[in-house]
């Protein structure tokens, strides 16, 4: 008898076990690791330097229960298949899995361990993978490792000196601060630009048929007008007093045909920045769905991954799939659309890495709206642009017709110049085409009528426009990503987390979808760029992203990578320990003033004290630091008592559009007609809001908060009037003819009517929203019932349905009263009945509920089995003998 082997494959995420199993067999025990089962902990002496950068690796408290799977399944198999995701970071995860086994002596040296990599989840794949198996690399191992270790050598070193040096400020990291910086020196060129003032001369013409078309002035006398030739009104009338009256006529009419090539399939960054132009999503929004699209879904009976893995820079497509997509064009799109060959693309980005195939669908032919049904709507907007992306980089170039048209006065003077532009073949465009950044010009879509040479033109209308040069746009996700990989800052996959970081630790915030800094991101990008101006540079920072790819193509030891950064670093860590406290606000102080002190004028009377101003003893303003941050306080301390804590917008609530630094001192606005109390603007703990005169005895003083959104330069004494105010009557509703009222709550604005709540947001505005809109939110509000779950797990042993819902905080899971938080390393999609009851016990324990509900639900069904087998046992003997 032939003895089957017993194989146990790691995966990380449990949502590939099920789908992975199915393809190998019952032979195969599929686990998964949850990502990591060891990592640095979060203190000091995880990595030591003086030991040749020993790393001090633990199980982390959130991994013991994977550990112990993988270990008793290890002990009974013949062969261990490490399966992790296709880079750096997955030959990590496996490595630790491995060492992790050998560290508690359940692998020796002899044990079969193999290591497989798969870039899409299909059947096809994986077999292959299986029958292909290789040994770890090392090196891409070693090069995770070193990123690890880098970044803990930076966030541990350098956060300390911040803390010491610059109270109220949270921490630094390798790549973020970087990042960090290029958000805060585009805030810089936007406050420091200005505008600067230009004309030109636009006209309507009338063509020989009487068509109607516009045209651009130009030349004058011969000279080709660049765009400061009018600088200012005056230069450009006496030009459009001369233009006027005189007859025109086409000189000369140029065609030429314009192509425009697709791009290429889906990288990490492009897609994250696709996704955020045309579906809005967040970089790590972006992510989430991608990773859901990778593990798959059980499409027409089959179980399988929908597009490739998400992490890469490669633009490779494998040579299955572009013919699959070529035949997709041909039979969808027909043969104009198929180029004679399938085209090859190469990736421009800096330190790319493209051991992978790009993004596309695992399987060409499956187009979108066939799984509709199966994907959220987010995952099928996401895949959607995936496949689209594909489809069009193998299509035919679209093809334009451009017709450019000087039209000349018959003296000479002056010329016209006419663009027009139309699509003579559609192309790739057919099926995709790409978004563009604000920094992107638009092209002009003008139409022309027929124009031929020599036929003459009436100018219909003149008309002059004074224009003025824009600053440079706040990134957004897309371009902040794109600006990222542009300069090799950073890895297509942690982008998202850098962004996210960045937010957490409120260093910038989202404001119109476009990254603004706060006050504490400018003083830890003005002290780095001070005192380590070396490790924010964008050179450094990327040739140390070189030397990361180095050591994963093995011609770089890892080790001396570490040693070679840690020699300089370090020296600049013990420096900056010593610079005395003078020295670092001095510095700040000036690095900061147009930020700290706007306005116009000398640098002496922008940083007036506006309290000591008697006696010749007038004090300057500064910067100082403290256990709550950074504030402004006098020169005359203690003789002067002024300070004001300069506000970081961390919620971005009530900021100017610059968002500078704002003082919290009380703002009189002036004074109520029916009181004669004076109205106040102040500054509380939950934010920015108006009173009316002062407290007498026990009784307060009326206030009213300024609604979240609303700009506090704009609050004036008849605003904060119309606040102080509140509530008002909107109306009466038409139908129930019961009253509407508008607010301010603790949530925010919102009206009222009958009993029922409505938040204002987006444009609606407490203090002028009128009846009929009030009447359509009231008419549009949904129906609130008990919260449906997301998706019903199945019976709880003590009966009820066990199901996942989505609360303030995240995803949890609930039976009856109990409700369980779903940790960050599991994805609600794929959460498991069994899981789930794990976490509502451990969550009864906690609250002193004595529930063993794993145990309860095995003691069940033992109970169902022994009652069936007694059941079956006693209809047998019931059963009359067949006759023979």
């Known amino acids: 008898m032939i003895q089957l082997m017993k194989h146990v494959v790691i995966v990380e995420s449990p949502a590939k076990c099920k789908t992975i199993h199915k393809y190998l067999g019952k032979d195969y025990t599929v686990l998964a690791s949850f990502g990591h089962i060891r990592d640095l902990p979060s203190k000091n002496g995880s990595v030591v330097p003086e030991e040749d950068f020993a790393m001090k690796y633990q199980i982390s408290s959130d991994s013991k229960k994977q550990v112990k799977e993988i270990s008793d399944a290890v002990k009974s198999a013949d062969e261990l298949i490490l399966a992790t995701d296709p880079d750096r970071e997955g030959e990590a995860i496996s490595w630790h899995v491995l060492e992790m086994l050998r560290s508690k002596k359940i692998i020796k040296k002899d044990f079969p361990v193999k290591r497989v990599a798969f870039s899409s989840i299909t059947k096809a794949a994986v077999n292959d993978a299986v029958a292909n198996p290789r040994e770890l690399d090392m090196n891409l191992v070693n090069a995770q490792q070193a990123r690890r270790a880098l970044d803990y050598l930076v966030g541990f070193n350098l956060s300390p000196v911040l803390w010491r040096k610059l109270p109220g400020s949270k921490s630094a990291g390798r790549v973020q601060s970087v990042a960090l910086r290029i958000i805060c020196e585009r805030e810089t060129e936007i406050e420091s630009f200005i505008p600067k003032e230009f004309w030109d001369v636009k006209a309507k013409f009338l063509n020989v048929r009487n068509s109607e078309y516009k045209a651009t002035l130009s030349h004058v006398e011969g000279t080709k007008l660049e765009k400061f030739s009018f600088p200012d009104e005056e230069s450009v009338r006496n030009i459009e007093k001369n233009l006027a009256g005189k007859d025109y006529a086409i000189s ?85 659309y198929l180029p004679y060959s399938p085209r090859v693309y190469k990736s421009k980005a800096k330190n790319a890495q493209e051991a992978h195939e790009a993004i596309r669908p695992t399987n060409p032919a499956l187009e979108p709206f066939k799984i509709e049904k199966q994907l959220t709507e987010d995952q099928f907007k996401l895949y959607s642009l995936i496949w689209k992306r594909l489809i069009s980089s193998q299509m035919e170039s679209t093809i334009l017709d451009q017709v450019v048209a000087e039209v000349d006065s018959s003296d000479n003077y002056a010329r016209f110049r006419a663009v027009g532009t139309t699509v003579n073949f559609d192309g790739f465009q057919r099926v995709y085409n790409e978004g563009k950044d604000d920094s992107d010009d638009d092209d002009d879509e003008n139409k022309l009528p027929e124009l031929n040479q020599g036929e003459s033109s009436d100018i219909k209308d003149l008309k002059v426009e004074q224009h003025f040069t824009q600053p440079p746009p706040r990134f957004s996700e897309a371009s902040l990503v794109k600006k990222l990989e542009e300069l090799g800052i950073g890895r297509p996959s942690t982008y998202a987390s850098i962004i996210s970081v960045l937010q957490m630790r409120e260093y910038v915030k989202l404001e119109k979808k476009r990254f603004v800094p706060e006050i504490r991101g400018r003083l830890v990008t003005s002290f780095l760029s001070s005192f380590f101006p070396r490790y924010v540079e964008y050179d450094f920072t990327a040739n140390l992203e070189g030397e990361l790819d180095e050591i994963s193509a093995g011609n770089l030891d890892w080790k001396k990578a570490l040693e070679n950064f840690w020699k300089d670093f370090s020296l600049a860590v013990d420096s900056a320990m010593e610079i005395d406290f003078d020295t670092v606000i001095n510095t700040l102080n000036d690095d900061m003033d147009h930020i700290l002190f706007p306005g116009e004028g000398s640098k002496i009377d922008r940083r007036k004290c506006p309290k000591c101003t008697e006696g010749g003893k007038e004090g300057q303003l500064g910067m100082r630091t403290g256990k709550f941050g950074a504030y402004l306080s006098c020169s005359n301390y203690p003789d002067c008592n002024y300070t004001s804590q300069l506000i970081a917008n961390d919620s971005g609530d009530n900021a100017g559009e610059g968002g500078g630094a704002m003082l919290n001192d009380p703002k009189p606005l002036g004074i109520d007609p029916k009181t004669s109390m004076e109205v106040v603007l102040k500054k509380g703990p939950y934010g920015f809001y108006v009173q009316l005169g002062e407290a007498v005895g026990k009784e307060k003083p009326k206030r009213a908060s300024i609604p979240k959104g609303k700009n506090i330069d704009e609050v004036d004494l008849s605003a904060a009037l119309s606040l102080l105010a509140l509530p008002r009557e909107v109306g009466m509703h038409p139908e129930t003819g019961k009253k509407i009222v508008s607010n301010i709550g603790r949530y925010g604005p919102y009206i009222q009517h009958d009993g029922k709540f409505i938040s204002l947001k987006g444009d609606d505005d407490v203090l002028s929203i009128g009846l009929n809109r009030a009447v359509t939110l009231i008419a549009e509000a949904p129906v609130k019932k008990g919260a449906e779950p997301l998706r019903n797990l199945g019976e709880h042993p003590d009966g009820g349905d066990v199901g996942v819902f989505e609360g303030r905080y995240g995803p949890y899971v609930k039976h009856g009263k109990i409700n369980a938080t779903i940790p960050k390393d599991k994805d609600k999609e794929s959460i498991t009945l069994e899981e789930a009851l794990d976490l509502i016990e451990k969550q009864a324990a906690k609250k002193g509920i004595k529930k063993k509900v794993v145990k309860k639900a095995a003691a069940k069904t033992a109970k169902k089995a022994a009652a069936k087998t007694k059941k079956k046992a006693a209809s047998k003997k019931k059963a009359p003998a067949k006759k023979k």
Not at 303 to 321: C, F, H, K, S
């Open 252 to 336: 000369k009419v140029t065609k030429k045909q314009v192509k425009r090539n697709p791009q290429a399939p889906f990288t990490t960054s492009t897609l994250q920045q696709e996704a955020a132009r045309k579906l809005h999503f967040s970089a790590t929004r972006t992510m989430q769905v991608a990773q859901k699209l990778y593990e798959g879904f059980e499409i027409n009976g089959e179980t399988q991954g929908l597009i490739t893995y998400m992490r890469t820079d490669g633009v490779d497509v494998a040579p299955e799939a572009i013919e699959s997509t070529r035949q997709m064009i041909q039979s969808g799109y027909g043969d104009k």
